[in-house]
Nanobody, 124 residues
Framework: VQLVESGGGSVQAGGSLRLSCVVS????????MGWFRQAPGKEREGVAA????????YYDDSVKGRFTISQDRANNTVYLRMNSLKPEDTAMYYC???????????????????WGQGTQVTVS
């Protein structure tokens, strides 16, 4: 399984970005896809996830109402639309796949099956 992210960059506070994650290769882990982020000096944290079967979504409280996760199953792609960006959103953003996708498990890092290489988001 390979995950390739794109769409990161530098924006001013209040701006928007859209991250993309293309997944290739079959895997039983590909039931849940989502995004984690890691800021310098901080632990990696879950941002959002989507259950591929139903489209149900999960968000960290810090991004609710500003970020939207969506999927394009025909193109094996998951997106993270980020609006009203804040300096505290600055981090490396990682795409992930996981077998586990409920309101608790989606953000458990040890349950993640595969990771992308990361894409940097900088908000100033």
């Amino acid at each position: 399984v390979q995950l390739v992210e794109s769409g990161g960059g530098s924006v001013q506070a209040g701006g928007s970005l859209r991250l993309s994650c293309v997944v290739s290769g079959y895997s039983s882990h590909s039931h849940c896809m989502g995004w984690f982020r890691q800021a310098p000096g901080k632990e990696r944290e879950g941002v959002a996830a989507i259950y591929l079967g139903t489209g149900h979504t999960y968000y960290d409280d810090s991004v609710k109402g500003r970020f939207t996760i969506s999927q394009d199953r025909a193109n094996n792609t998951v997106y993270l639309r980020m609006n009203s960006l804040k300096p505290e959103d600055t981090a490396m953003y990682y795409c992930m796949t996981s077998t586990y996708c409920n309101s608790v498990n989606w953000r458990v890092e040890s349950l993640v099956g595969y990771w992308g290489q990361g894409t940097q988001v900088t908000v100033s």
